[in-house]
C-alpha cells in the first residue's frame, strides 16, 4: 500500500513489489499462500498505519520450508501473514497457527478465512452473546448478503427466529431467501421504513449491524421493548471524507430500554475453537450454507478488495493465490 486512501480505494494506492527472499534462519518458515482474505475493516485499520508497507490481512499457508519444528513442511497454516505470495516468517511474532485437521475435514481450507474463521466466529459470538436471540423474535441483518451477515441470519433461523436482511441488489436478495430468509429487501428500491412495516409490522427484537448510517438509525426506531443491537461494522462510513449526520435514536433507547453494543472478534479468543468447531458442524450438517466468491490470482488483490465496496461480493471474498 502506497498511501493512505482518499475516499473510495483504487488500483493505483497500491503497487506490486518483488524481493528477494533470504535463506531461512532458525525459527523461521518459508509459505506458498493457498487463499487470501480481504475485509472491509481494513478500510480504518489503515488510516492509522504509517505507509508505503506490505498491505496487511489474513490467509492461509502451505509450509514449502521450515526451521521451526512447530510448523513442519507441508503443514497448513493460517494468520495475519499480509498481502504476500510467497514469504518468509516468523511464526512466533505475527501469531500464526496450524490447522487443526479435524476441523474442516472434508471442507475447502478457504472456509478458514470465512465461515470456519473470523467471519464466523464474528456472526456466532457476535449475535448469540450480544443479541441472545430466542425463538419467535424478529431479527434484522444490514449487509446481510456478506460474509458475516449472510451467516447472522443462518444462525438466527437456527435459533427459531424470524429473519429480515438487507442488500444492495435483486439477485443478492433472492440469494438471502435462498439460504432462508423469511424477508429480503433490496435498499436501494425500497425505504428502510417501508420495509420494517411490511416485514416487521410488530416491530424488532435483534438487530445486527454491519453498515450503520441513516438506515441504521431507522431500524432502531422500529425496535421492541428491551430490543438487543449488535454493532459489528460500519461499511456505509468507511470511505466518508465527512461523517454523516444520522436520525436521533435517544428517544427510542430510553423509552424501549433498549441495549446497544459494538465488539470486536478477538473477545472470544479464548473460545475460539468452540466457535470455529459450531460453525463447521453446522455446515456438515447441511444446517447453514457458506457462500463465497473465489477471484483466482494474486495479481487481482487490489480488485477483489475494492470491490467489497461496490458490492461485487457475495458472501466471502476470498483470493486464490
Known sequence: MKHHFNGVPNSEDFE???????????????????????????????QTMNPPFTMVGSGVYKVRESKDGDFPKGAIVIGSVGW?????????????????????EGLSESLLLGACGMPGNTAYFGLLELCKPKSGETVVVTAAAGAVGSLVGQIAKLKGCKVIGFAGS??????????????????????????????????????????????GAV????????????????????NALELPLVPATTQSFVGK?????????????????????????????????????????????????????????????????
Request: charge should be positive.
Open 16 to 46: 506490486f513489489m518483488k524481493e528477494k527472499l533470504p535463506l531461512l534462519k532458525d525459527g523461521e518458515i518459508l509459505v506458498d499462500a493457498k487463499f487470501l482474505s480481504v475485509d472491509p475493516y481494513l478500510r480504518p485499520l489503515t
Open 84 to 104: 504476500i505470495k510467497t514469504g518468509v516468517v516468523n511464526p512466533s511474532k505475527i501469531g500464526l497457527k496450524v490447522v487443526p485437521s479435524g476441523i474442516i
Open 170 to 215: 435483486d439477485s443478492k436478495c433472492a440469494f438471502l431467501r435462498e439460504i432462508g430468509f423469511d424477508k429480503a429487501y433490496n435498499y436501494k428500491k425500497i425505504k428502510i421504513e417501508e420495509a420494517l412495516k411490511d416485514g416487521a409490522p410488530e416491530g424488532v427484537d435483534c438487530f445486527f449491524d454491519n453498515v450503520g448510517g441513516s438506515d
Open 219 to 238: 431500524i432502531i426506531n422500529h425496535m421492541n421493548v428491551f430490543g438487543r443491537i449488535s454493532i459489528c461494522g460500519a461499511i456505509s462510513t468507511y
Open 257 to 321: 430500554q433498549l441495549k446497544m453494543e459494538g465488539f470486536l472478534v478477538a473477545r472470544w479468543a479464548n473460545r475460539w475453537e468452540e466457535g470455529l468447531g459450531q460453525m463447521a458442524k453446522w455446515i456438515k450438517e447441511g444446517k447453514i450454507k457458506p457462500e463465497e466468491t473465489i477471484v483466482e490470482g494474486f495479481e487481482k488483490m487490489p480488485q477483489a478488495f475494492i470491490g467489497l465496496f461496490s458490492g461485487s461480493n457475495i458472501g466471502k471474498m476470498i483470493v486464490k493465490a
